[in-house]
């Protein structure tokens, strides 16, 4: 098969909405301009998850010959590292209990591979270390029952916390119970802004050396609330996170993409997004021989 630039967004256009007097995006219109600017594939992580908007969306991507990959609901119970009286993180789980879910996976999955336009499966965004190995468990239950089809990972940048580091972007403040940490973060990969690139970097390699990911991503948006504060024209961590994953695509024959912002997603934004700033941005990943663009949010 020919390699292809990735050309993607994340979040797909939504179907209507009364409640909230949004229009429908589903249109030939919306589809025809993504098909004009080179989008290639659609990442189905999004706010519109109903089976009606999916369906929906597969019919405009296979109408104009875009790639969709899926979000399955069942993904979330492999990055699952907390435990509560209803579910066991996925460390937890038996051999039997693990068997059962990679079944559910596989089952999930299935009808996807029915429609002409789904070239793989997004399965997690901004995952933390701990996250890692029910995500390399997945990859390789799904590389197995689907060969062929795409499985995308998304990293989140060196600007995290410890909390962070080990659980997800999402929970910043959640205290991991020291007995579930395979090491401490303490010397050279202490989360300080002087140790960044050291425990970004064994952060990364924590997933990507278990085992060999065709695609992996990481955004940062250099240009987002925090611009006024930044000494530079652009937050460094853009620049350096791209050197440091670009040296690891080469290391793990992978292909690597970075996020783009395509414009501002906060309330009351104290900024818009410049065309000169997303060129300049573009013009980055370019420079450095990466595989692609994503665009974030692509619903907007």
Known sequence: MKKQF????????ND???E???PSRLTDEVFSYLKDIKINRIFGWGYDNRKSTIEKIMDMCEKYNISYLPTLEVNHEYL???SDDKEKAFFELNEEEIKRLDEKFIRDFYPYTLR???KGIFFSDESGYLGFKGIIHA???FEKAYPGYEFHVNFFSYTINEQMFWTSFNKPNYVVKEELKPFKLEGKYEINFANRLNYYDLFVDGLLSKSH????SFDKYPFELYWEKCPHFMHCCYIESVVLLRK???????SFYAYIAAGQWFENAPKTLLPSEFSLCMHILALYGCDGFAYFPGDR
């Open 6 to 13: 990735i050309q993607a967004i994340f979040c797909p256009p």
């Open 16 to 18: 209507q909405y009364q």
């Open 20 to 22: 909230y007097n949004l």
């Open 80 to 82: 699952r590292i907390e």
């Open 116 to 118: 002409k336009c789904v």
């Open 139 to 141: 990859k390789e239950v």
């Open 213 to 216: 990911f065709n695609y992996f």
């Open 248 to 254: 690891k695509k080469e290391l793990y024959h992978s």
